[in-house]
């Protein structure tokens, strides 16, 4: 209760809680927020600003970067084991990076509960410099992302949130509780999806992400898989197995996400204890967590971040310098807020629009073959009014077939279904009517006949004018008379070769118009 108390005092009196390392020596940097999330319409932002302040640092701009990544479900401890990443990069070359018992674990915003702490992008405003072993100096950057699957946040923010820091990420850490289960594969699947369209924007070859890390947290059968690298291999390989017993979607989800990415490991940990996971006030002291989860953070994190292990960020083959990583934030952000990536959607919403898309199917095609028994193919010429008589029956038959088939997402749902299905059967209707026209052998006459009556009423009025002695005007009635008898050659010439089609169309509307005036 101390600690609560003082903690508060801290907080009531506007001190500063500075991020302090293991050693009790204040962390250079803090997070930053570079991809902001507006809450009110499920939309991405880049912070050009802070994300430069970050990568245009004069010590990173021209060197090539490394980026870890953590990402999963909501309230899994991500935040919390990016705070260990920044303990082991602020204490190189030390064997008890991990710190004493007593120092609060500070740095990216962590907190005990059931409520989401992360939104959107962060990532430590300060880059840490290391040494590869064969010379070569990097920039090691750490990033932490909104948690997926809270109650705030729709498929296409969680989807856009894991693709994003997959896409910009050299390292992703899929952070999961307790086993590797299917829907995770599918999660990841859909995820990864929706990057690898993103990215062939961008014409990216090859596999479109580098290194994936499954870690699975609070793993409770050590008995079947021990604890760390070795274990989560094994796991790893049983769950991504393909064989053929397993169905055709199954395969698929699989060699999707083989295909996803240049190296795939898994990490077993345990969990860290009641302790950490019941107490209101646990502030991350290493007294509190149990010896076993130490003694495995003491092997994956440098399994991460080690110079040994630091994987360079690489796009199209090209290693990334910071100055370059800016330009591919602003591209990426630029397509998600775009509408050239399709939609992702909830399982049940996919399958409620496929299951009301079928109805929509079956009510159409029913509707299609009921006219076609009356006015389709080489049935007779049928009466306008009867064909549109025919059209309202068979149209009410088509929507009472379609509401009486059993459809997922509600009638509010289905509504808009129902509409696109009326819209669907008048295109079919104006389809049939004209289909039915071609058939009326006096209507395919109308322009000669328009065309013939023209010309002898121009050559009776030019006989008359001709006899009162009105030669101008007679002229220019035979020239009215001339045309239409060249129109009426024309239209004969493309009825007869089916060339120029567009000036016979045009004939046929003079035609018509005419018609419409004489009536």
Not at 119 to 125: A, D, E, K
Not at 289 to 305: A, D, G, M, S, Y
Not at 344 to 350: C, E, T
Request: negative net charge.
């Amino acid at each position: 209760m101390s600690d609560l108390k003082h903690r508060k005092h801290k907080e009531s009196s506007g001190i500063p809680s500075s991020p302090v390392s293991a050693k009790g020596v204040r962390l250079k940097g803090e997070p930053v927020q570079v991809i902001t999330v507006d809450t009110d319409n499920h939309s991405f932002h880049l912070d050009e600003k802070a994300l430069e302040r970050v990568l245009l640092k004069n010590h990173v701009q021209n060197k090539q970067v490394v980026v870890v990544s953590v990402a999963g479900a909501f309230r899994k401890g991500k935040s919390f084991l990016l705070d260990f990443f920044l303990r082991y990069l602020n204490a190189p070359a030390s064997t008890d990076w991990l710190g004493d018992d007593e120092s609060p674990l500070e740095g990216f915003t962590w907190r005990g509960g059931s409520e989401r702490d992360t939104t959107g992008i962060l990532l430590w405003s300060e880059a840490f410099e290391c040494q590869l072993p064969d010379g070569t100096e990097v920039s090691v950057l750490l990033m932490d992302t909104q948690g997926a699957f809270d109650s705030e946040s729709t498929v296409k923010d969680c989807a856009t949130v894991f693709a994003l820091s997959t896409m910009i990420s050299s390292v992703q850490v899929y952070n999961i509780t307790s086993n590797i289960q299917e829907d995770d594969l599918q999660h990841l699947q859909l995820f990864t999806e929706y990057g690898r369209l993103a990215l062939d924007e961008q014409s990216i070859k090859g596999k479109p992400f580098q290194s994936l890390m499954f870690l699975v947290r609070d793993w409770m059968y050590p008995y079947e898989h021990e604890y760390g690298d070795d274990g989560g291999k094994n796991l790893l390989e049983k769950r991504l197995q393909i064989s053929k017993k397993q169905h055709q979607e199954l395969q698929s989800l699989r060699q999707h996400i083989r295909s996803c990415f240049d190296k795939i490991s898994g990490y077993l940990m345990p969990h860290p204890g009641l302790n950490v996971a019941t107490n209101p006030i646990f502030d991350g002291r290493l007294k509190d967590i149990e010896p076993f989860f130490k003694e495995q953070l003491r092997v994956l994190v440098p399994l991460l971040l080690a110079p040994e292990n630091l994987v360079i960020k690489e796009i199209n083959g090209s290693k990334v310098t910071g100055r370059e990583l800016v330009e591919y934030f602003k591209a990426y952000i630029k397509i998600y807020e775009g509408d050239e990536l399709p939609q992702p959607k909830s399982m049940l919403l996919a399958t409620a629009e496929a299951n009301n898309l079928a109805a929509v199917a079956i009510a159409k095609a029913l509707y299609s073959e009921e006219m076609d028994k009356i006015c389709g193919g080489d049935e007779p010429y049928l009466r306008p009014e009867k064909l549109e008589s025919a059209h309202e029956n068979f149209k009410l038959l088509a929507l009472t077939r379609f509401n009486s088939v059993k459809k997922m997402g509600g009638e509010d749902f289905s509504k808009t279904y129902a509409d696109k299905l009326e819209a669907d059967i008048i295109e079919e209707y104006e389809k049939f009517v004209k289909h039915n026209n071609s058939k009326n052998i006096f209507a395919a006459a109308q322009t000669p006949a328009v065309l013939f009556t023209v010309s002898f009423i121009c050559y009776i009025i030019s006989g008359l004018l001709g006899f009162v002695y009105l030669d101008t005007i007679a002229s220019l009635v035979n020239m009215i008379m001339g045309l239409a008898l060249l129109l009426l050659c024309i239209w004969s010439y493309v009825r007869y070769s089916g060339n120029y089609r567009e000036v016979g169309k045009k004939i046929d509307d003079l035609a018509e118009l005419i018609w419409d005036k004489v009536q």
